[in-house]
């Protein structure tokens, strides 16, 4: 079965950086592009950014535009979220999710369980 | 961006109630919709995708329709395991955007 699980998050003093990690298991990682999608505490979801099966596109949302980078390692299946200059307003739940096909804006059908990042001094 | 407006922003029902969900897109976005489930704590799953295709797994009660800008979700008879909230979401174009959700509460 598909397995999403984020690692890496945590409380983060404003201004560093964090990264996350998402390990994939039980389908086949590197034919599928991914997702992060973001949660902040008692509000709704915000897409962050999104990568192609290959790692050769990317988009990001205008409000991580560049402070955040997304990769993968197919070898490893594994997707990342590289966040720098962290402020309080990217204090949420991190979800990294599958997209349901091969095209590029698919929606995910699959998520990860979450991982939390809190940015305070 | 495209902004995506859902109504209402919370709703109480009760167990065997017809449900109607609506989300506007600020411009047409085709068919690109889709309708998410999320309960306390948890990820959110994909009910419907295209507007109107039943992720596998998803119970025939659930129902999407619309295309263009008007979109709905529709629950045919509410079970208790339907009480959370929903997001649409658009997959037209970048940035991506949820709408701002509906929590569909307990009468």
């Known amino acids: 079965q598909v397995q999403l699980v984020e690692s890496g998050g945590g409380v983060v003093q404003p201004g560093r950086s964090l990264r996350l990690s998402c390990a994939a298991s039980g389908f086949t990682f590197s034919i599928y592009g991914m997702h992060w999608v973001r949660q902040a505490p008692g509000k709704g979801l915000e897409w962050v950014t999104t990568?192609?099966?290959?790692?050769?596109?990317?988009d990001y949302a205008d409000s991580v535009k560049g402070r955040f980078t997304i990769s993968r390692d197919n070898s490893m299946n594994t997707l990342y979220l590289q966040m720098n200059s962290l402020r309080a307003e990217d204090t949420a739940v991190y979800y990294c999710?599958?997209?349901?096909?091969?095209?590029?804006?698919?929606?995910?059908?699959?998520w990860g369980q979450g991982i939390l990042v809190t940015v305070s001094s | 961006d495209i902004q995506m407006t859902q109504s209402p922003s919370s709703l109480s029902a009760s167990v065997g109630d017809r449900v109607t969900i609506t989300c506007r897109a600020s411009q047409t976005i085709s068919r690109y919709l889709n309708w998410y489930q999320q309960k306390p704590g948890k990820a959110p799953k994909l009910l419907i995708y295209?507007?109107?295709t039943l992720q596998s797994g998803v119970p025939s009660r659930f129902s999407g329709s619309g295309s263009g800008t008007d979109f709905t979700l529709t629950i045919s008879s509410l079970q208790p395991e339907d009480f959370a909230t929903y997001y649409c979401h658009q997959s037209y174009s970048t940035p991506l955007t949820f709408g701002g959700g509906t929590k569909v509460e307990i009468k």
């Open positions: 999710a599958k997209k349901r096909n091969g095209t590029y804006l698919e929606p995910a059908d699959y």
């Open positions: 990568i192609s099966y290959d790692g050769i596109h990317k």
């Open positions: 295209a507007a109107s």
